[in-house]
């Protein structure tokens, strides 16, 4: 059974910076692009990061490029989100997801699983 755990969220001031981990079990890791997505109180969902999986191609969305930078490590199944320079705005809750393909797309549909989320909140 596929599973997502996230973690690494909570208060952060503005500029600061956070680490969000993904654990992934329950399915071959390095075969499917991740990303993580975030949903802000009151809107959609926005599409942060995402990487290919063997780690060869990334997106990022233009509110964070240049500030958010995601990795993984496909022998310990996690991929990451390095967030710095962090601005009010990316105050959400944090999804990180399994493309049902090898690259991460920007559809929901294309995915097979989520976690439960991590809360980031930046505020002074």
């Known amino acids: 059974q596929e599973h997502l755990v996230e973690s690494g969220g909570g208060l952060a001031q503005p500029g600061g910076s956070l680490r969000l981990t993904c654990a992934a079990s329950?399915?071959?890791?390095?075969?499917?692009?991740m990303s993580w997505a975030r949903r802000a109180p009151g809107k959609g969902l926005e599409w942060v990061s995402g990487?290919?999986?063997?780690?060869?191609?990334?997106y990022y969305a233009d509110s964070v490029k240049g500030r958010f930078t995601i990795s993984r490590d496909n022998a310990k199944n996690t991929v990451y989100l390095q967030m710095n320079s962090l601005k009010p705005e990316d105050t959400a809750l944090y999804y990180c997801?399994?493309?049902?393909?090898?690259?991460?797309?920007?559809?929901?549909?294309?995915?097979?699983?989520w976690g439960q989320g991590t809360q980031v909140t930046v505020s002074s």
């Open positions: 997801a399994k493309s049902i393909f090898m690259r991460a797309t920007q559809e929901e549909y294309e995915y097979s699983s």
């Open positions: 329950g399915f071959t890791f390095s075969n499917y692009g």
């Open positions: 990487i290919q999986n063997d780690g060869s191609d990334t």
